[in-house]
């Protein structure tokens, strides 16, 4: 036997001996004695769930689920969560007072005992600990923190993720991070901060646990969320048929109380995926972004004559919308569906929270100006329509960690199907009010004769056709990241799809006085000729949660006189000569 493996078989055993689960423990033990027989695929296991540990970011923990310290297990989550309280009681702010922590969980597999164990352990280290005490949405308890005005919040969530995996999402409140961070996830340098306090915490067997002593919250924190979720709906139109999906997660019941509280009673869920199920049967990627995931409520929506299909993923923080377009087909086929990108609806999203209280500005909770925020990776249309308007735009990195965080806000949105429409209410992305609002303004639209698709070609003939499409590089090694972006700021194309020169900005540097991010932009436009006033941007950064890099593409082509039609295809041609250069790009 080699050193190394002899040193990752002792690492093993050490953890084994520490772990606080009975049957992880015993499961890695079964693993070394499979690798010291000579089972090449358990070495491989045991290499790859023991070699490293599971690193606590900005995006908390997020993995497969098993023993080892590189997979999401009672043991490591014990630990986490002492690390928690640990930084926690360190806090300044705090000044020797109690910390107040609210824990919620999705219904994944483990999420209740994980959640539990969070709880006792933050009870046995001197917090007030709220245990959501059934599984709920995760926009339930980012606004749990700012409603019982917790110093932190916990959610065991691994979102749309695979059946195999779960996480652990961390938010700040209260007297640690206050407005605008309030019910906020963690940003540096707290992660930095609990990572340090989780490496130093001991073995998950020698972590305290309480038996008991953290509260409960029945339905009341539910009730409160329906509640004023259904209050942010304005008067309006209500004539709208409505295809929901849960996506096997915990946001059906949920999400047609709010929609039927504010009005919305015509709403019939995909009866496969209604129910919670940490099988996810019917979509083993349950993530309305892939493929295939909306099949099932495009054939009911068709089959019942809806006019429009919403879908949550698991967790309920992300929305998906699909509409009928009669340039597919009859909207009796599902093949007369279509599903729009994150970067429509938040463009129409954009436009109606700025619309739908009609002159008033929409009201904010920091004496700021009202302002819309979307990140880097997302389309330049909001900043159109927010600058048409009158109101003042941002741009952040990627993540809500950083939208959320914006002064004054009153939008906020990311390309991936994340949107925040009611920062006093969720300061985090929420599928379940992004919902609301889509249904409030398709029941407008329709009332007037029209779809989104319709409104959606106002906002392209006022401010151009801005079109988007991502291109992504599933990697087996992400060391090969640095070589690619640094290949890219060496060697930039002389043209994007035939527009040209082209500027490129290193994220790592930082740009337009946002933090250093790892990523590269490449941007050109046409001055001049018969492309004037054409724009081409590409964003590649690696994914902040799987083993991906990611290209964000987008076209803005300028609409001659009414003739939208003909912007968009000459639009599209471009972004497909585009998509098909930076994947030359990323793999050469």
Known sequence: MSDAAALLRAEALAWADGDVDPADATALRDLVAAADAGDAAAAEELRDSVGASLTFGTAGLRGRM???????????VVRAAAGLATWLRA????????PRVVVGHDARHGSQQFARDTAAVLTAAGCDATLVDRPVPTPVVAHAVRR??????????????????NGYKVYLGGRVSPDPGAGV??????????????????????????????????????????????????????????????????????LRDVLGRAGFTDVTPVPE??????????????????????DLALALAAGSGADLVIANDPDADRCSVAVPDPSRGPRDDP???????GDEVGALLAEHVLTRGGDAPPPVDDGEPATLAASLVSSALLHRVAAAHGTRSATTLTGFKWIARVPGLVYGYEE??????APGVVRDKDGVSAALLVAELAARAAADGRGLLDLLDDLHRAHGAHLTAPVTLRLADMSVVPSVLSGLLRTPPADLAGLGPVSVEDL?????????????????????????????RVVVRPSGTEPKLKAYCEVVQPVVGTDLAAARAAGAGRLDALQQQVRELLTS
């Not at 329906?226 to 209050?231: M, R």
């Not at 093949?335 to 990108?341: I, N, T, Y």
């Not at 991936?416 to 429409?421: E, R, T």
Request: with cysteine.
């Open 335 to 341: 093949a007369g569906w279509r599903q729009l990108s």
């Open 416 to 421: 991936a199907l994340g949107y925040c429409v």
């Open 148 to 165: 019982l005005d917790a110093d932190a919040g916990v959610v065991v969530t691994a979102s749309h993720n695979p059946k195999d995996d």
């Open 508 to 536: 790592s540097a930082g740009v337009d006085g946002l933090p250093p991010t790892s990523g590269v932009r490449l941007a050109a436009a046409a001055d001049g000729g018969p492309d004037d006033g054409t724009s081409a």
């Open 66 to 76: 098993g023993p080892g310290p590189n997979r999401m297990n009672r043991a490591v």
């Open 185 to 254: 996830q963690i940003v540096p340098p707290a992660d930095a901060g609990i990572a340090a306090a989780i490496d130093a915490a001991p073995p998950s067997v020698a972590v305290p646990r309480a038996g008991s002593g953290w509260a409960g919250t029945g339905e009341d924190l539910l009730d409160a969320y329906a509640g004023t979720v259904a209050a942010l709906a304005v008067p309006g139109p209500r004539d709208l048929r409505v295809v929901t999906t849960a996506m096997h997660g915990v946001g059906d019941a949920l």
């Open 91 to 98: 806090q300044s702010a705090l000044a020797g007072e109690t």
């Open 273 to 294: 995926q209604a129910a919670a199920d940490p099988d996810f049967p019917t979509v083993p990627f349950p993530n309305p972004e892939e493929a295939g995931a909306l």
